[in-house]
């Protein structure tokens, strides 16, 4: 249990404290400026996520530094990052933010992904994560923040940016996914001959 591996075993306990103030029952306090207001629970898990999710980048780039690359770090890291965006999305859709189809899509990709992934390992093969996947990533991560503040600042110019993010970031996961699928077609081979 290296120091990488650490920080990805925090971004996983993480998870459900972020879901604790998203969906604890408890009224809080909201700030209101003009049309615009939020909870200090969404405030305090936006902030954790923003936490979380920074530490994505970091436990990998450690682990590349330092030389600690290990069989474990590599099933956990693919697995925090899924449980993270999985678990938030999912209390979205339960605080009605985000539509359901659109979480759907997303964590169907993810898993589907992960499936091939796990077949490339069997067969010796490791799948680079790709620009697109990057952008993947990001984009959704971009969406979540957006519909954790409530669209804030965009709200005030009454442009819908945690939505447009939202069908964005379904978009180049599907994409992304699909780019997976077609760039490692020869991972998965349904001759006769593999039966």
Same mark, same amino acid.
């Given at each position: 249990?290296?120091?990488?591996?650490?920080?990805?075993?925090?971004?996983?306990?993480?998870?459900?404290?972020?879901?604790?103030?998203?969906?604890?029952?408890?009224?809080?306090?909201?700030?209101?400026?003009?049309?615009?207001s939020?909870?200090?629970?969404?405030?305090?898990?936006?902030?954790?996520?923003?936490?979380?999710a920074?530490?994505?980048?970091l436990?990998?780039?450690?682990?590349? #530094?330092?030389?600690?690359?290990?069989?474990?770090?590599?099933?956990?890291?693919?697995?925090?990052? #899924?449980?993270?965006v999985?678990?938030?999305?999912?209390?979205?859709?339960?605080?009605d933010?985000?539509?359901?189809?659109?979480?759907?899509?997303?964590?169907?990709?993810?898993?589907?992904?992960?499936?091939?992934?796990q077949?490339?390992?069997?067969?010796?093969?490791?799948?680079?994560?790709?620009?697109?996947?990057?952008?993947?990533?990001?984009?959704?991560?971009?969406a979540?923040?957006?519909l954790?503040?409530?669209?804030?600042?965009?709200?005030?110019?009454?442009?819908?940016?945690?939505?447009?993010?939202?069908?964005a970031?379904?978009?180049?996961?599907?994409?992304?996914?699909i780019?997976?699928?077609v760039?490692?077609?020869?991972?998965?081979?349904?001759?006769?001959?593999?039966?």
């Amino acid at each position: 249990m290296n120091l990488a591996n650490r920080i990805t075993v925090a971004r996983i306990l993480l998870v459900p404290i972020i879901m604790f103030f998203l969906l604890i029952k408890v009224k809080f306090p909201h700030i209101r400026i003009e049309e615009f207001s939020i909870t200090y629970n969404q405030i305090i898990a936006a902030l954790i996520f923003i936490i979380a999710a920074s530490t994505d980048s970091l436990d990998g780039y450690i682990a590349r #530094k330092r030389n600690l690359v290990t069989n474990l770090g590599k099933l956990l890291d693919p697995l925090a990052d #899924k449980l993270l965006v999985t678990a938030v999305l999912v209390s979205l859709v339960e605080m009605d933010k985000v539509d359901a189809w659109i979480v759907i899509v997303i964590i169907s990709r993810e898993w589907a992904v992960t499936g091939l992934r796990q077949i490339a390992l069997l067969e010796g093969t490791v799948m680079a994560a790709s620009n697109w996947g990057k952008a993947k990533t990001a984009a959704q991560i971009t969406a979540i923040i957006a519909l954790l503040i409530n669209n804030f600042p965009f709200t005030f110019v009454h442009f819908p940016f945690d939505v447009v993010a939202s069908w964005a970031a379904a978009i180049i996961t599907v994409y992304s996914g699909i780019e997976y699928f077609v760039k490692n077609k020869h991972v998965i081979d349904f001759s006769e001959k593999s039966q």
